[in-house]
């Protein structure tokens, strides 16, 4: 029986030893501190965000998501991970106030500007682009309603009676704009 009791607890202390983690050594030193860790930073949240897939659409062979503001006076889309920008239905100039005479067009020339725009890199300003810019080059883009946000692609726009507002979510650079005015920022829809 001694030889019995012997061999259980040498298998008990040999699966004790076996299920252990960890060797723990008493050094008489106080245990490290741990490091706290900031929190992850927090997604920014807008109850008025709207379905991007609803306003998703090719125009030629540009994919975006294009709509346009209630009134119709605007047209605008969200070039995927590239560019942002709205310019004025139907009209060759863009007709806001403040906007420059001249901008880079094609070619190197000067010509008037067509759009607003903020793209991946840089700050949000006047440019030129060719037909059909930020319209749909058939059909007509949904309409983007009064105090709602289409965010897609890293970039988000809204409409509010105001303007409009456009931004790159990763650079933070946008613009909001009527036809009296242009501010070089993003204007959220107020909470």
């Given amino acids: 029986m001694t030889a019995l009791r012997l061999m259980v607890l040498v298998i008990t202390a040999a699966l004790t030893a076996a299920c252990a983690d960890s060797v723990i050594v008493d050094t008489g030193e106080s245990p490290p501190r741990s490091q706290t860790v900031a929190p992850a930073p927090t ?9 991007a897939h609803d306003y998703y659409a090719t125009a030629g062979d540009v994919e975006g998501y294009y709509f346009t503001t209630p009134s119709g006076k605007w047209s605008c889309a969200i070039r995927p991970r590239r560019q942002v920008g709205c310019q004025a239905t139907g009209a060759q100039s863009i007709g806001v106030s403040g906007a420059p005479d001249k901008v880079d067009g094609p070619n190197g020339t000067s010509v008037s ?12 300003g006047f440019v030129w682009v060719e037909a059909p810019g930020f319209s749909l080059k058939t059909g007509k ?36 704009f009527s036809a009296s005015e242009f501010v070089p920022r993003y204007s959220p829809v107020p909470g």
Avoid at 43 to 51: E, F, I, K, S, W
Avoid at 144 to 157: E, H, S, V
């Fill in 43 to 51: 997604a920014r949240t807008d109850p008025n965000l709207v379905n």
């Fill in 113 to 124: 500007p067509n759009a607003i725009a903020v793209g991946d890199e840089g700050g949000p």
């Fill in 141 to 176: 883009a949904m309409v983007l309603d009064f105090n709602t946000t289409l965010a897609a692609a890293g970039f988000r726009c809204n409409v509010q009676d105001t303007g409009v507002s456009c931004e790159n979510e990763s650079t933070q650079q946008g613009f909001m």
